[in-house]
């Protein structure tokens, strides 16, 4: 376009107007007799003259002001200079004739117009008028989406919630928009506000969560993982990875891209020390940035919309979901007296064994269930942005809008005042001024779409059965965590800190075994026989494992060398795999006493035989009358119904 402009300007004729052809339309007048909807011979000159006010901002290259429009006008024209250029003058009755052509000659039909130089006065007001949003404005838009608690690639963000938004951010002295943006809201000129909502939306659909500054420098973010260890916590740091930024030395350390595109390996330990030591992380290259601020207070989610797992950072809490809160301890008083006013009850606070999180807790099971207001700064991140919607939190989450049947979400539903909420017309809640909390697991919901209704918000959902076709044959989403079948035993979580599960170990508490039988649906998903993790206790100088079924018995090779449990210091023990499911643990001393000890609580002794070749041996042991014995009335009767079962076999 912009070419095709300049070849019809005359600046190199002084003895004309330059910008003649554009103001004569006589023939168009002419064709718009018999057809109305003939577009003007101006209308690419007018996007011309729009593309400079969108390009408005500081340079100092030029040594001008963001509101300087001529400089960047004559920028275009191939022309110096900071002065209005010559026959622009006359650009305002082609701006008068394009309006009068949408309001008068097309009856609208197009649109109202909404060029006008209210605000910046003749000449440059029409052309600044359609920029709605400049360069600069685009520029701030991923500190506005970070201001809303927005990570990239949220499902439930449309343009009505960013206008909401909008409105509450242009209000704020804080806020870095153009004047022409504030004009916008300020005037609620309801048209302009739905294109900035409009455009902030199709800027947040591509946003990988990093920034543009003036200089063309990129930034983007380090982020925080915390993984809970039964009732500990320790901190992973991912530095994310756009498609533009290289790998190499970022200060000093070298940052190569993960098996995942979209991270660079996690960084070491010692940033992890100096960052919780209270300082930044910013390492630099050529005009690419990976940075994490200093913070006493970070709070997190659960993982939904990256391939990191765990909870992860979030910029601010979402008003409903749970949430954990990483906090030094120097302001831990002041969040307990925050969410004692604001917080659903149930948060707890945890510690973590490692000493260098020594100064830091983690408060866990955080839910703000009511808007709140803090005047600590430091304390914003708690405070949730205003938000009227529906949002769908937790449950067994398959694909995009796929929950498992049994496994469906939450729905966090949010309104400023009393309001009925409907699931498919039919009413189940009623939403107050905060938020209701409606677990759909509890309406028994059949498979198919469902559609939940609050106002004029709705959101749509659907449940599928194990196995169903919307799931797909070859990979699968838990919770928004992606998987896939690495060999008959083993399922490969597509995470940067996952590995395979092998089949032979036992799940750590709180952690889930993927089998996939029903969700892949494919007979090659079943399940070996299930395997079980024992820890051994040190000091012993053999140990005889023996099973409830006759024949399943296991004698552990222990290390003859200075073994890795050592630095380990497991539970004070050997880890021992075991492929049945062990009921007793007979230890053999170094002075040939044998110890018997049940393993939680033994059940009955069962007289099938599992494996021929070791049923005898078995049941020599369950049989044996010399051993140390020190056990409950409970475990002791236990133990003869296994002397019996062996007595009576044989």
């Not at 939403?431 to 059949?446: D, K, Y």
């Not at 940067?496 to 799940?507: D, H, N, R, V």
């Not at 004070?572 to 170094?590: A, E, L, M, N, T």
């Not at 049941?619 to 009767?637: E, F, G, M, T, Y």
């Amino acid at each position: 376009m912009t070419q095709a402009v300049l070849s019809w300007i005359r600046f190199h004729d002084n003895k004309s107007q330059p910008f003649f052809k554009f103001l004569q339309w006589r023939v168009w007048e002419t064709q718009l007799k018999s057809s109305p909807g003939t577009p003007p011979p101006f209308v690419a000159f007018l996007g011309f003259c729009v593309l400079a006010a969108v390009d408005m901002t500081a340079d100092d290259t030029l040594n001008v002001t963001g509101s300087n429009y001529y400089v960047r006008l004559n920028k275009l024209l191939g022309k110096s200079g900071r002065g209005r250029p010559k026959g622009f003058e006359e650009i305002d009755r082609v701006w008068e004739r394009l309006n009068q052509w949408l309001r008068d000659d097309l009856q609208g039909e197009f649109g109202l117009p909404t060029a006008n130089n209210e605000l910046y006065g003749r000449h440059v007001g029409y052309p600044i008028s359609q920029a709605i949003m400049r360069r600069t404005d685009v520029e701030e838009l991923p500190d506005f989406f970070r201001w809303c608690g927005l990570e990239p690639g949220e499902e439930d963000v449309d343009a009505n919630y960013l206008q909401q938004q909008l409105q509450i951010w242009v209000a704020r002295t804080t806020c870095s928009f153009s004047g022409q943006i504030r004009h916008v809201f300020e005037r609620r000129r309801q048209q302009h506000i739905e294109q900035i909502a409009a455009i902030a939306l199709a800027h947040y659909q591509t946003w990988d969560g990093s920034t543009t500054t003036r200089r063309g420098g990129r930034t983007a973010e380090i982020i925080i993982q915390l993984n809970r260890t039964g009732r500990s916590f320790e901190l992973a740091f991912h530095p994310k990875a756009p498609p533009d930024f290289p790998e190499g030395q970022y200060g000093t350390v070298q940052l190569r891209r993960s098996d995942d595109p979209d991270w660079f390996e996690p960084l070491n330990k010692r940033f992890v020390q100096q960052w919780l030591s209270g300082n930044a992380i910013d390492l630099q290259r050529d005009g690419y940035r990976v940075y994490l601020g200093a913070r006493r207070i970070v709070p997190l989610r659960s993982d939904v919309t990256s391939d990191l797992g765990g909870w992860i950072t979030c910029n601010r809490v979402s008003l409903g979901e749970r949430h954990l809160l990483l906090c030094h301890r120097a302001i831990k008083s002041r969040v307990e007296v925050y969410l004692q006013q604001y917080a659903e009850s149930g948060w707890r606070i945890i510690g973590s064994r490692d000493p260098i999180y020594a100064d830091w807790v983690c408060f866990s099971n955080v839910r703000i269930t009511r808007y709140a207001q803090s005047d600590q700064e430091e304390l914003d991140c708690l405070v949730p942005v205003h938000r009227v919607g529906i949002r769908l939190s937790g449950g067994l989450k398959l694909k995009q809008g796929v929950w498992l049947q049994g496994g469906e979400p939450e729905a966090v539903v949010s309104a400023e005042q009393e309001v009925p909420v409907y699931l498919d017309d039919v009413e189940i809640a009623t939403a107050v001024s905060g938020s209701v909390i409606v677990n759909l697991q509890h309406l028994n919901l059949t498979e198919g779409t469902h559609t939940i209704r609050v106002g004029s918000q709705q959101r749509t959902l659907a449940i599928s059965r194990s196995g169903n076709n919307l799931l797909g044959q070859h990979r699968m989403k838990l919770w928004g965590y992606p998987f896939r079948r690495v060999d008959v035993t083993q399922f490969q979580p597509l995470s940067l800190t996952a590995e395979a599960i092998p089949s032979i170990e036992k799940i750590p508490s709180g952690q889930l075994y993927i089998a996939g039988t029903h969700i892949i649906h494919s007979p090659a998903d079943l399940p070996p026989p299930r395997q079980h993790l024992l820890i051994l206790p040190y000091g012993a100088r053999d140990y005889i494992i023996l099973g409830r079924h006759i024949g399943e018995l296991l004698k552990p090779q222990l290390p003859t060398y200075l073994p890795e449990w050592k630095a380990d210091n497991y539970l004070q023990g050997y880890k021992q795999i075991v492929p049945f499911d062990p009921q007793w643990v007979i230890r053999v001393s170094h002075r040939g006493n044998f110890i018997l000890r049940p393993i939680g609580r033994p059940k009955e002794a069962v007289p099938t035989v599992s494996c021929a070749e070791l049923a005898d041996e078995w049941r020599k042991w369950a049989r044996k009358r010399n051993l140390k014995r020190k056990l409950s009335k409970r475990h002791h009767a236990r133990w003869l119904q296994y002397c019996q079962i062996a007595r009576d076999d044989t």
